[in-house]
T-cell receptor, first 114, second 111 residues
Framework: EAQVTQNPRYLITVTGKKLTVTCSQN?????MSWYRQDPGLGLRQIYY???????DKGDVPEGYKVSRKEKRNFPLILESPSPNQTSLYFC?????????????FGAGTRLSVL | EDKVVQSPLSLVVHEGDTVTLNCSYE??????LLWYKQEKKAPTFLFML????IEKKSGRLSSILDKKELFSILNITATQTGDSAIYLC???????????FGKGTRLSVIA
């Protein structure tokens, strides 16, 4: 089954404790992206990647890191989480061919930073 | 600056009503407009529109794009409680750059 898988689905942590949210897709998509979703602010892009070893900042990259060592994986790293990073996070992927960019989303990771 | 504006931000209707959700955009080099439905989990893809005036339809949902006036509408007829969700509009532009999302319309359908 074609899907985007995020883990964990729920995470509670404390300020400053490094964490990683994994994202994996099995559709051979070139494009992958991370978003955070907050009430009243909608989906905001954190980072995206056009292909292996190619990553770019989105609208709200501060406090986050990503890597794209393999096509299927795009982990999101919070080196020193802070309470303002409490949010709902989505990973998405898409094919780039034809410029259609229909993104398929993972189920989301709800993060609370205490 | 590229932007996508959805209206209304939230809407409450009764089962059986028809609703129209709006999405206007200002982006350079428009390529396509996408609608997503988000219930409790991830957004799921509904429609992609690239040409003006051609209606896309799926059951009780339909959508159309006006590239001259830079907006799209999503219609839902005979609404059901299962239509309750956040509906997101996004625009793809300038080749393979990221999608620009609106803030969404929260639709609540009450029995």
């Amino acid at each position: 089954e074609a899907q985007v898988t995020q883990n964990p689905r729920y995470l509670i942590t404390v300020t400053g404790k490094k964490l990683t949210v994994t994202c994996s897709q099995n559709m051979n998509h070139e494009y992958m992206s991370w978003y955070r979703q907050d009430p009243g602010l909608g989906l905001r892009q954190i980072y995206y990647s056009m292909n292996v070893e190619v990553t770019d900042k989105g609208d709200v990259p501060e406090g986050y890191k990503v890597s794209r060592k393999e096509k299927r994986n795009f982990p999101l790293i919070l080196e020193s989480p802070s309470p303002n990073q409490t949010s709902l996070y989505f990973c998405a992927s898409s094919l780039l061919a034809g410029g259609k960019n229909i993104q398929y989303f993972g189920a989301g990771t709800r993060l609370s930073v205490l | 600056e590229d932007k996508v504006v959805q209206s209304p931000l939230s809407l409450v209707v009764h089962e059986g009503d028809t609703v129209t959700l709006n999405c206007s955009y200002e982006v350079t080099n428009f390529r396509s407009l996408l609608w997503y439905k988000q219930e409790k989990k991830a957004p799921t893809f509904l429609f992609m529109l690239t040409s003006s005036g051609i209606e896309k339809k799926s059951g009780r949902l339909s959508s159309i794009l006006d590239k001259k006036e830079l907006f799209s509408i999503l219609n839902i007829t005979a609404t059901q409680t299962g239509d309750s969700a956040i509906y997101l509009c996004a625009v793809a532009h300038s080749g393979n750059t990221p999608l620009v999302f609106g803030k969404g319309t929260r639709l609540s359908v009450i029995a």
